[in-house]
């Protein structure tokens, strides 16, 4: 008989998740009471993505040894980022206009889920209203205080910090800066062992939070709005297999396949928890498996957490376009090319948390004239749809890393 511990950790991660689906079809929202296992799971991840990107931000920065390379790499990085998100985002137009999901809505379905989203759309309006400007987000990067930046878990500011740092200790004395680098070369491989800790839960947790999803919201909802979720999900499959593999392929010199089957830990990590930054962890350690060396990875990773949604950006597209439909209001190609261009923008800093795409979609419907209240016409599949888009930001994550060492090693060693 095959001994469990015998079973490589994703394969266990995947039954888990089915076994989650099973429990939460059975047992309806009972499933909800082991929530709490997930919770805990989903916590002790979170817990070390603050301090895993700052000193990996810091260690990947301060391996480059040159302030002209860090520079080269991170203009590469954010142009690498940006126009994948408006590929991304240009596919869930296209698919969204010629599917049309959001014609033939039946009145008494569009009333009922009205009725039973309204209030949960109110917050995400109340909160993009709370969301700064562009000129806002850009002054909020530098943090007036550290430690509160540290505590917060603002992303923006400790990527800020983790990058500042790492360029000074290229900067002193390098008999003090190897110290230095030593000791927080150490502190990484502890933050590593708790992930490995972490991972030993993730059976257990991915099973605990699918059972709670699929019990609370049930399918019922996602086959009322089947088109609609058919459409998202589609773009976002096409995009992630056509987009990522041939970036691997041809820019990072990759076979596709060997991509794919070692980064799967991840893109089930991020499905099941809907964050990217509980991913982030697990996305560090598939790359480094990969070949990617750490001074990319350490890089790219963490910043692509905040700052890369090609998945979410997606997802904006259609919904967009998916609520005008219902509401029988026209899109010209100017108010699709504003929709391109806001979701690119509200992609940036937004949070590697469930739901944050609700908020960015908000700023884009605003935009463009779309009454607010039509999110809550699609709050009811966001859940599953969240967890797609996460899966979709990560891949494109650790497809950038491939791409900027492949692109910083050319003519060197080949990825294979």
Same mark, same amino acid.
């Given at each position: ?18 076994? $989650? ?23 002790? !991840? ?33 142009? +690498? ?11 869930? =137009? ?19 889920? +009205? ?17 700064? %400007? ?31 740092? $790492?360029?000074?200790?290229?900067? !002193? ?83 596709? =396949? ?13 499905? %099941? ?95 463009? $004239? ?40 050319? $003519? ?5």
């Amino acid at each position: 008989m095959l001994r469990l511990k015998k079973i490589p950790l994703h394969t266990k991660i995947f039954i888990g998740l089915i076994l $989650g689906v099973v429990v939460g079809l059975v047992f309806g929202e009972k499933a909800t009471i082991i929530e709490p296992v997930g919770t805990i799971f989903l916590r002790l !991840i979170t817990m070390i993505v603050v301090p895993l990107v700052l000193v990996s931000l810091m260690l990947g920065t301060a391996s480059l040894g040159d302030i002209r390379k860090l520079g080269r790499i991170g203009i590469k990085t954010i142009v +690498y980022f940006t126009l994948t998100t408006m590929v991304a985002i240009s596919i869930g =137009l296209v698919l969204a206009n010629i599917v049309k999901p959001g014609t033939g809505l039946n009145e008494e379905v569009k009333a009922e889920l +009205y009725k039973s989203y309204e209030s949960r759309a109110q917050v995400g309006i109340e909160r993009m209203e709370e969301k700064p %400007s562009l000129k806002d987000i850009l002054i909020d990067i530098v943090p007036t205080n550290p430690v509160k930046a540290l505590i917060e878990g603002n992303m923006l500011q400790v990527i800020f910090l983790g990058l500042l740092f $790492g360029l000074i200790l290229t900067l !002193i004395k390098k008999e003090k800066a190897e110290f230095l680098i030593q000791f927080f070369d150490g502190v990484n491989d502890v933050i590593i062992q708790v992930v490995h800790i972490a991972m030993k839960l993730a059976p257990y947790g991915v099973l605990a939070l699918i059972a709670a999803v699929i019990g609370q919201y049930g399918v019922n909802i996602l086959v009322t709005l089947l088109k609609y979720s058919l459409v998202v999900v589609g773009g976002l499959v096409l995009y992630t297999f056509t987009m990522n593999s041939l970036t691997v392929g041809f820019l990072g010199r990759m076979n596709p =396949l060997r991509f794919y089957k070692a980064v799967k830990e991840a893109m089930i990590i991020a499905f %099941s928890t809907s964050s990217s930054n509980a991913a982030l962890p697990v996305s560090l350690e598939c790359v480094e498996h990969l070949g990617v060396s750490r001074e990319y990875a350490s890089f790219v990773i963490p910043l692509g957490a905040t700052i890369n949604m090609d998945g979410t950006a997606l997802y904006q597209g259609v919904a967009a376009v998916f609520i005008a439909q219902i509401y029988g209001i026209p899109l010209g190609i100017t108010d699709q090319i504003t929709i391109v261009l806001m979701a690119t923008l509200a992609s940036v800093g937004a949070a590697g948390v469930p739901a944050a795409g609700i908020i960015t979609l908000a700023m884009v419907l605003k935009q463009i $004239g779309i009454p607010l209240e039509g999110i809550a016409l699609i709050l009811g599949v966001d859940r599953f749809l969240d967890m797609c888009r996460t899966t979709t930001n990560i891949i494109g994550d650790m497809a950038c890393s491939v791409v900027i060492m492949a692109s910083e090693e050319k $003519g060197k060693t080949k990825l294979k």
